[in-house]
């Protein structure tokens, strides 16, 4: 498993990952939801981490478990997946009791032209 760490702790972007892993996408998908597609990925793999497991099929479940992710995100889209804890915690709570700031509570009273 060193070798696999050692190899994966030397990808940074989501387009390596899925290069690495020989694993074709649409840059337009990627682009707007990296984060997710790896986050999604991590998710997988620590649910079904098998101690013990060789680099050979630890990095083939790995892949699969990327394939997954990265379509996961084809057929749908972040704010519906809802990865990260903030946007599960967003629909979690009620409308009524989410916070609405006017913009001129913020930039002060709207001015005419010319003022």
Do not use: N, W
């Not at 990952?17 to 020989?22: A, E, Q, R, V």
């Not at 649409?26 to 597609?37: G, K, Q, S």
């Not at 001129?104 to 010319?114: F, L, N, Q, V």
């Amino acid at each position: 498993m060193t070798e696999l760490r050692d190899t994966l702790g030397e990808l940074a972007t989501a387009e390596e990952f899925l290069d690495h892993f020989g694993i074709a996408y649409d840059p337009r998908v990627v682009r707007v939801c990296r984060l997710h597609i790896l986050k999604r990925a991590h998710d997988y793999l620590s649910a079904a981490e098998i101690p013990g497991e060789s680099d050979a099929a630890l990095a083939e479940r790995f892949r699969a478990m990327l394939a997954q992710a990265y379509d996961d995100f084809v057929r749908s889209e972040p704010l519906k997946e809802r990865v990260f804890k903030v946007l599960r915690d967003a629909e979690a709570r009620p409308a009524e009791r989410r916070a609405f700031v006017p913009l001129s509570a913020i930039t002060g009273p709207a001015r005419a032209k010319g003022d």
